[in-house]
């Protein structure tokens, strides 16, 4: 029998796990998940069969806690029903690896998209950008769903966003990791996925701490609106939340000539950082297109009403996170090996470097603000010329000209056997031979990058792990 049954996600549903990451139920669930943790192998079965017993009444305390707080979450009660039955199967089979797959399939965060509306999440997983081990861990998250984003997601429709907000977490989410994805949890095959969530509260409060720290070492002028979101987290959350909503259906929309699943395949990195930049940069195309359809009814004489007024603010700001994220953040943060995202970071750095629009000059940053939304559709649009020649193209075609054009932008490393022109037996051999041949840092950093990464290193590093309220309110 379920533990609990719900039929809507009413105000009550949003209001009955308040402030429960304070109840005794949650810290016993989360003290017995990470203790857990370190009984477990980096596949998730138990890795030393001497600490069965322990790891049977670990178990014990985690199904329990996990019944106990049902009740605070009624539209997750399928789910949590299953959790439990598979928390016991994987005890009663002796802890092998676990296999998650019921209780997965049954948990459904995009139905549920209210705002404040929270969800219990405890599966065996690793996390993105964070620990490789499928240890189980245990999440209290809250839905980020604002009426500006119901309204906007009835134009820009994404049935599969789930924006969220860490509450509280055991170690796998004490990292860099920003994001829960399905195929991430453990489990015997890979259904077909109807989700996959971001959380947006941690995007902003790094954006937040990096960008405020590398405007200041670089001493570049912030617009009044830049400013106005680097001290409010909450608008700077609800600018992740629209930035991520059409970069995340961009990846199925467009002129594509591949898989749009090629994460799943193996390719050049530089491929995956034009996908990545070619979604926010599509994410940014369309946020001027909203601000300036809205402005231009302003200037019409039209009144707007409160949604509109702030989808205008938000359209703007996303416009700012794009640059600001990509130029200040993703190019420095992670190793130099195969970084697509530092990649797409320099890359449209580079691009409004040469295009005259972003100037470092007498050691301080300065932007042209009037001339940017026009420079950074035209390097969208070069992308996305890219793709639809590609759709003519094999595929050994394509990732030739996918490099040529950013080396065109881009300096090769000068031991780069792909800028000296692919040997005739690797051009004729499959595609494997192409892949290996690239470089692991095929693209290093610039003089630029290099002085800014090792001033900003402490503060990059300051980011694993950070909450929303980490970050100070400015008065």
């Known amino acids: ?93 002796g802890f092998g690896v676990p296999d998650f797959l019921d209780s997965l399939v049954a948990f459904r965060p995009q139905d549920t998209r209210v705002h404040g509306a929270r969800h219990l999440v405890v599966f065996p997983m690793y996390t993105q950008n964070g620990s490789r081990n499928r240890f189980v861990e245990a999440l209290i998250v809250e839905a980020i769903w604002p009426e500006v984003i119901a309204q906007l997601e009835t134009e820009y429709t994404n049935s599969l966003f789930v924006s969220l907000r860490l509450i509280d977490f055991t170690p796998g989410y004490d990292t860099n990791s920003a994001v829960l994805f399905p195929e991430t949890v453990a489990m015997r095959e890979v259904p077909t996925f109807t989700w996959g969530a971001i959380f947006q509260d941690r995007e902003a409060a790094r954006y937040r701490r990096v960008v405020a720290a590398a405007t200041e070492i670089t001493k570049l002028q912030l617009p009044d609106a830049a400013r106005r979101m680097l001290a409010d987290q909450q ?74 007024t702030e989808l205008l603010d938000q359209a703007q700001l996303v416009q700012y996170a794009v640059v600001f994220d990509r130029i200040f953040r993703f190019a420095i943060t992670g190793s130099r090996v195969r970084n697509y995202d530092g990649l797409g970071g320099q890359l449209l750095f580079t691009w409004l470097h040469k295009q005259g629009v972003l100037h470092w000059t007498d050691t301080a940053l300065r932007i042209e603000w009037d001339r940017v939304a026009d420079t950074v559709i035209a390097l969208a649009d070069a992308i996305d010329r890219l793709y639809w020649e590609s759709i003519d193209r094999p595929k050994s075609a394509h990732w030739l000209a996918a490099y040529d054009l950013v080396a065109g932008v881009l300096t090769p490393h000068p031991a780069s056997v792909w800028a000296k022109g692919l040997p005739e037996d690797v051009l004729a051999g499959p595609l494997s031979g192409y892949t290996d041949a690239v470089r692991d840092d095929e693209f ?32």
């Open 444 to 475: 290093p950093l610039s003089m630029f990058y290099e002085a800014l990464e090792k001033k900003m290193r402490q503060v990059i590093a300051s980011t694993a792990g950070i909450r929303a309220n980490d970050i100070a309110e400015a008065a």
């Open 1 to 93: 029998m379920p533990l609990s049954s719900v039929s809507d996600t009413s105000s009550s549903h949003v209001d009955a796990a308040h402030a429960v990451e304070h109840q005794q139920g949650w810290i016993t669930l989360k003290s017995a998940t990470t203790a857990l943790q370190g009984l477990q192998a980096p596949d998730g079965s138990l890795a030393a069969a001497a600490n069965i017993d322990s790891a049977r009444a670990l178990v014990e305390v985690i199904t329990t806690s996990i019944i106990e707080l049902a009740p605070r979450f009624p539209h997750d009660a399928e789910y949590l029903t299953a959790l439990v039955s598979d928390f016991t199967r994987w005890r009663d089979a």
């Open 235 to 308: 608008l700077t959350e609800r600018t992740f939340v629209m930035w991520d909503l059409i970069h995340d259906r961009t990846h199925m929309r467009g002129d594509l000539p591949f898989d749009p699943f090629m994460i799943k395949q193996r390719m050049p990195y530089f491929l995956y950082a034009l996908e990545e930049l070619r979604c926010d940069l599509t994410a940014f195309r369309e946020c001027v297109k909203i601000a300036t359809g809205l402005s231009e009814r302003v200037a019409a004489g039209a009144e707007l009403d409160a949604i509109e």
